[in-house]
Nanobody
């Protein structure tokens, strides 16, 4: 099994920045893709960024391109999401997730293998 623990959420003003962290433990060799979802109240969960730890491939939702950056530290089994120029519409619970392949993130109904517990990000106007 794999355990994912997120941290770094909080309350910021519009235009501010946050960096989320996701620390993985357990059988981390069992997945090659790791990324972030978010879910706002009353809205569907959406994928925001994905990293393939083998190839370095990255994916970003159009709504966050140019503002968010996903990166990983393989030595620490940790992935980061640097969020800049935050907007009120970025307010959501952010979930770290891991999968055996990047393709598992890429569908209308993504199917991943492991989930973190989520961390709240609130952006005030």
């Amino acid at each position: 099994q794999v355990q994912l623990v997120e941290s770094g959420g909080g309350l910021v003003q519009a235009g501010g920045s946050l960096r989320l962290s996701c620390a993985a433990s357990g059988r981390t060799f069992s997945f090659s893709a790791i990324g972030w979802f978010r879910q706002a109240p009353g809205k569907e969960r959406e994928v925001v960024a994905v990293l393939n730890r083998i190839s370095g491939y990255t994916y970003y939702a159009n709504s966050v391109k140019g503002r968010f950056t996903i990166s990983g530290d393989n030595a620490k089994d940790t992935v980061y999401l640097q969020m800049n120029n935050l907007k009120p519409e970025d307010t959501a619970v952010y979930y770290c997730a891991a999968a055996r392949s990047t393709a598992q993130f890429m569908s209308i109904n993504p199917q991943v293998d492991y989930w973190g517990q989520g961390t709240q990000v609130t952006v005030s106007s």
